[in-house]
Structures are given as structure tokens and as C-alpha cells.
């Protein structure tokens, strides 16, 4: 897929811009807080409708002012699509596909797909398990856009839920009561689940290679989906492999050997709000194995398998976002990602200066000056 333009209306600090990408590479140079990352969470908000930056649509909108616009077109191989997304900082935001209003959002999700890789994104092997469950949840709905809806569905449940643990025998919460809710949270937190095992399992050694071929080594990167819950036998571990009641049923075993500690904290204990993704490399835990420069490695593979990945679901090439992390790359990690990116994946790449680009880097790039907004 090539985005062929890009249009932003009072959306942060761009009052007005228009912008052609003439080039499989576009580079984006300038000084901080100019807008670079502001034009690629454009783009990132009419992938996902998310920004992995802010919650809150009003501080999308530039300042003073009601309403922001992001349109753009998109070529795909099965046609030129026109996306709209209307963010208001007050009421619902609207979408809208060739002129068409879209009532449900999820219709609208992963029309565009991209892949994005920030400096922040070292937090994916330093940070807490939620910042490993939300690249999960970001990569799924790509991939199969319906899990938007699988995983709303459950976050609700949960939430009546933990009203219900609140208010707490006291206000007259029956244990009947509680059971209909653990029911529902065993059912919609067994597909969530097996979808998550199920994408680390097709992720895995995809990442794996890569991270053998950018470390020139040959340890091995293994990922764990690591849910809170017990596997029905030991035999097999591989959560997708299990059927849909029997994961169920594993949910409900643990719900009901944690139902004091729930009742005392008011919290749901159990379910995928609280899993995690661990990665080791040669069976050590990567969060405390080595240097920066290989946890780096690590999240470079993870980005590589996920385009790979993508790109074979999809059947077409996703767009590649590079947020600041070229310059963070050493030499042989800068070509490694270069030569896997090739001609095929259109890239838009942010810099504070145009030294961290070698010859062939230049060569293919539109380059675009970004200051205050322009
Ligand atoms: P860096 O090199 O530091 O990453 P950048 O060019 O990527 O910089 P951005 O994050 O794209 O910077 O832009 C930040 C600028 O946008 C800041 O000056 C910020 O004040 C401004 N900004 C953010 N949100 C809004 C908004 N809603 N209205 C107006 N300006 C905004
Ligand atoms: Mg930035």
C-alpha cells in the first residue's frame, strides 16, 4: 500500500499542510518540537485510531480551536481509498472512507497499516507488562481488525465486574450475581487470550531470525505469551491449541481459588488485563540481560517480524514510521533495517539532522523541512 497524500487541518501544531510523498522514503527533518512526530501520529491516528501518545482527543486538536481534520489518500492494491478522520475537542470523533460516513469505527481500522518504531519503544522490554499487552493489542487489531471489538467487549466485562467486587457483599452483592460476570469474563477473556498466543506464536520465529541476523550471532530469542492462569495439562502449553471451554474452564478454576483476595481488593485478579510477554534469549529474561544496544536489537527484530508478518496477512506492505530511532542504531543496525525495508515498504522517517543518513539512504528520499507547524 503507498500513501500518496496527506492533509492536515488545525491537527496539533499544523494549522494547514498538504503534503505529497513523491518518494518510497520520505525523511522529515528538523528541530524539536517542530512537528515532526506530530505529522507520523497523523498517520498513526488513521491507521488505529489510536495515538500511542494521548488518550484525549482535545490535545489532538490545535490549540484554541474546535475541530481537527486528517485526510489522506491511499493507494492499495485493490483501489484508491479517500480516509477521513474528524477530531472534535468537544464531542465524538467522525470517519469516513471516499465520502462515506462509517457508523462503526472498526470498519475504518487497518485500511491503512503501519508499523511504528519510536525510541520509546525500548519501554516494550523495560517497561511494565501493560506497555507488552498494548503493542499485542495494536499488532492483533491490525492483523485481524474484529479483535477491537473482542477486546472491548472484555474490558466492559471486566468493568461491571469490578463495580460489582466494589460495591461488595455489603451493598448486597449475591455470589450469584458474580458468577454471571465470571462466566462472561472467562468467555470473552478466553478469546482474547488464545488471539494473543496465537500471534506470538506466528511473531516468534520471525523475531527470531531477524534478531540472529542483526546480532550476527546465533543465540535464540524466545517470546512467551505468560498468562495468570494455569494451562489445562502440562503437555501442551500453546494456549491456541486448547479449545475455546477449556480455557474457560482454566479461568474459572483460578477466579475461584482467588474469589477472597478479589472480594477484599475490589479488583478482578484474573484475565488478560494482567498477562505479560516475556523474552528471553538463550533462556535469559531480556529485561535484565545486557546492554541497551541489545535490548535494541531486540525491539529492531520484533519491529522486522512485525512488517513481515503484516505484509504476509495483509497481503501487501504495511507503512514503515521511524520515529527518531535511526540515529540510535550503530552502522551495521542502520543498514540491517535498511536493506529489510528495501523499495517495497514505504517509510516515513523523523531526524533532528540529516548526518545520520548515509548516501543510499538520501538517494531514494523525498526530504521535507519541518518548523513550527509548516
Ligand atoms: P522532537 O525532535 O523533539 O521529537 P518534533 O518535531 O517531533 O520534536 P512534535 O512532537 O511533532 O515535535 O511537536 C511538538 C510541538 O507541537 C510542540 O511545540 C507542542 O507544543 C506542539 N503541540 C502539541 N499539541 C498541540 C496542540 N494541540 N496545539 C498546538 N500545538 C501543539
Ligand atoms: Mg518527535
Known amino acids: ?28 527533518v528538523g528541530n524539536n518540537a517542530q512537528g515532526k512526530s506530530n505529522l507520523l501520529e497523523a498517520v498513526e491516528l488513521l491507521s488505529t485510531l489510536k495515538s500511542h501518545r494521548v488518550n484525549r482527543d482535545r490535545d489532538l486538536v490545535l490549540d484554541n480551536h474546535a475541530i481537527a481534520q486528517i485526510t489522506a489518500t491511499l493507494e492499495r492494491d485493490s483501489g484508491t481509498l479517500d480516509l477521513a478522520l474528524t477530531l472534535r475537542s468537544q464531542g465524538r470523533r467522525t470517519v469516513a472512507i471516499n465520502g ?14 503501519v508499523v511504528q518504531f519510536s525510541s520509546l519503544d525500548l519501554d516494550l522490554v523495560r517497561g511494565s507488562p501493560a506497555e507488552r499487552r498494548h503493542w499485542l493489542d495494536r499488532l492483533l487489531i491490525q492483523l485481524e481488525p474484529v479483535y477491537a471489538y473482542m477486546l472491548d467487549q472484555y474490558n466492559r466485562v471486566l468493568r461491571q465486574r469490578n463495580a460489582l467486587l466494589k460495591r461488595g457483599p455489603m451493598a448486597g452483592t449475591t455470589p450469584e450475581e458474580l458468577a454471571v460476570w465470571d462466566a462472561q ?63 474457560q474452564q482454566a479461568f474459572l478454576t483460578k477466579i475461584s481459588t482467588r474469589a477472597i483476595a478479589e472480594r477484599s481488593q475490589g479488583l478482578t485478579l484474573v484475565g488478560p488485563h494482567r498477562d505479560d510477554v516475556i523474552f528471553t534469549i538463550n533462556q535469559t529474561p531480556a529485561r535484565q540481560y545486557g546492554s541497551s ?68 539512504w538520501l538517494q531514494q528520499s523525498q526530504i521535507l523541512m519541518v518548523e513550527q507547524g509548516k
Do not use: C
Not at 496539533?12 to 525523511?27: G, H, L
Not at 462515506?100 to 497499516?113: G, W
Not at 494473543?196 to 530469542?221: K, N
Not at 512467551?224 to 480455557?247: A, F, L
Open 185 to 247: 469474563l472467562a468467555v470473552a477473556g478466553a478469546r482474547v487470550l488464545r488471539r494473543r498466543d496465537r500471534v506470538i506464536e506466528r511473531l516468534e520465529p520471525l523475531a527470531r531470525m531477524w534478531h540472529q541476523s542483526i546480532s550476527g550471532s546465533r543465540e535464540t530469542l524466545n517470546i512467551t505469551y505468560q498468562p495468570n492462569i494455569e494451562p489445562p495439562s502440562k503437555q501442551q502449553q500453546r494456549w491456541s491449541r486448547w479449545p475455546p471451554e477449556q480455557v
Open 293 to 360: 544496544g541489545q535490548q535494541r536489537t531486540l525491539v529492531l527484530a520484533l519491529k522486522l517480524a512485525e512488517l513481515q508478518l503484516i505484509e504476509s496477512v495483509i497481503g501487501e506492505p504495511p507503512l514503515l514510521l521511524l520515529d527518531d530511532v535511526l540515529a540510535e542504531l550503530d552502522p551495521h543496525r542502520q543498514n540491517q533495517l535498511l536493506q529489510a525495508i528495501s523499495e517495497r515498504f514505504q517509510t516515513l522517517i523523523t531526524t533532528t539532522h540529516l548526518g545520520a543518513f548515509d548516501h543510499q
Open 1 to 28: 500500500m503507498y500513501l500518496k497524500t496527506l492533509h492536515l487541518r488545525q491537527f496539533r501544531n499544523y494549522e494547514a499542510q498538504d503534503v505529497a510523498f513523491d518518494a518510497p522514503k520520505t525523511i522529515l
Open 100 to 113: 462515506q460516513s462509517v457508523k462503526r469505527h472498526l470498519d475504518f481500522l487497518s485500511i491503512l497499516n
